[in-house]
């Protein structure tokens, strides 16, 4: 219990200690671990210089021994040299690579081992022998452990100094204060405004406990002026709940007023809506009256048209006639003509005919000649005296057509004259139809606007109902709630009272 309660971060100085501990812990842990590594490159690099120069020392030392192959020399050679305790092995070896030394043995596994091999060069450059070398890595081991355990230390003092550091510094600017303000704060919970706070300097804390000092000053200001208002609010909240009464009940009036006006307007609605219907239909009737009479007038068109035509014909045929009346009296100029050449071939017949008969036998012939030819100047004076009769039938026909062309001439005109009239008389009718019909539209169309209008009173009137009810079960609501304001009001000077304002 005492363990969780530690861990607990409900105090300031658990909150500010703990983090920085355990950030300090880190950044000591990634310093140590860079100076283990930089040591352990140092080391290895020193270590390797070292071996390097060892190597290169005894090779260039061992050339005289090589030279007088003195095998002796060089194993005591390599018994100084492995005195070291950091060289592990040193064994010289001839050009085959065989062992000359007894002294120092090549271990089998040297993955652990830092080695160094070197040829041992003669004067002349020949290559006469090798030397492999091998140190150990536990000095580097070693350094860097010291190395730790030195960080460590450190480390553990300075995470003394600074725990010792940081519990001065919170509990003396941070905690003391903070738990003066804590006390003021149980004070204020209590109702107590009288408190007094010191101030504690111009940082952060300094400055919130200015500000709950300022905080304390003006709640009580904000107090007193709570208790004005709320002796306001409950004398306010008793006239509101007067009021409300009597607004419910003018509310009802109203629903009831509006109630009645909605019943008329759907009376009148249905009226305006049995209008629009009228007006539509009439609207139809005058559109097809103005259709018909449209076509009436086209019909009339067309008669004036076959008419204008037909008196074209007329007085073709009148030309015609007349002029089949000149041909007439030009063949009778022609009959007399014949009729004239007719008698005087009859009369130079009978003048033959005397001639022949006073020739006699040798005018016999010639004598019948001239008889039948005065018989056909008779047969032509007959058949001209018929075909003049028959040209005076034609021309008295002809006469005849003429003034009963004229007669349908003029009839002609008059129909047409009618027929204008009646055209005129018929686009009148249109004029007077279309009019009808714009008329009927815009009846129509103002019918269907109060149809609308109607519509739209009547779902105004519905919504005002429905608001009316709303507003009603509103103001019933207000009441009561101001029946509960009243009641919070007093409360709330009760819980006003409970303040202490004053010493």
Known sequence: MNIRKLWKFDKIGKKFFIPSILFIVALFAVLTAI??????????????????AMVNYMAKTSVFYYTNYDLGALDGFVQEAIKDPDLVYAV???ENKNPLTITSKKPADTTSLMNHEQAIVDAAGKTIGLLSIG??????????????????????????LLSVGITFFVRNVITRPLGKT????????????????????????????????NMVAKLKVFMSQVSTVTMSVNSLANDIAVSVEQQATVSAEQSTAVAEITATMEELSTSSTQIAEHAKSVVDIATKTWENTKNGATAVERIMMKMNEIH????????????????????????????????QTK?????AALEASSAGEAGKRFGVVAVEIRRLADSVMESTGEIESKINEIQEAVNRLVIASEKGSKGIREGMEHSNQ????????????QSTQEAAKQISLSTQQQKTASSQVVTALREIVAGSDQTSD??????????????????????????????
């Open 312 to 343: 074209a014909d007329n007085e073709d045929s009148i030309n015609e006639i007349v002029a089949l009346g000149k041909k007439s009296r030009e063949i009778s100029k022609v009959m007399e003509i014949i009729n004239t050449i007719a008698d």
């Open 35 to 52: 100076n283990v590594s930089i040591n352990n490159s140092l080391i290895s690099a020193l270590m390797d210089k070292r071996g390097k």
């Open 422 to 433: 009646t055209a005129s008389a018929l686009m009148d009718v249109v004029d007077a139809a």
């Open 182 to 213: 804590v006390i003021v704060a149980n004070k204020l919970t209590e109702g107590d405004l009288t408190v007094q706070l010191e101030a504690a300097g111009q940082d952060e804390i300094g400055q919130l406990i200015a500000a709950f000092k």
């Open 474 to 503: 509103a103001i019933r609501q207000i009441s009561a709630i101001s029946r509960k304001l009243t009641d919070l009001s007093a409360s709330l000077k009760g819980q006003v009272k409970k303040f202490k304002v004053e010493e």
């Open 92 to 94: 010289f070896y001839d």
């Open 347 to 351: 009369l130079i017949a009978f003048n």
């Open 135 to 160: 140190y150990s890595a536990k000095a580097i081991s070693a350094v860097v452990n010291r190395g730790v355990w030195i960080m460590l230390l450190t480390m553990a003092v300075a995470l003394i």
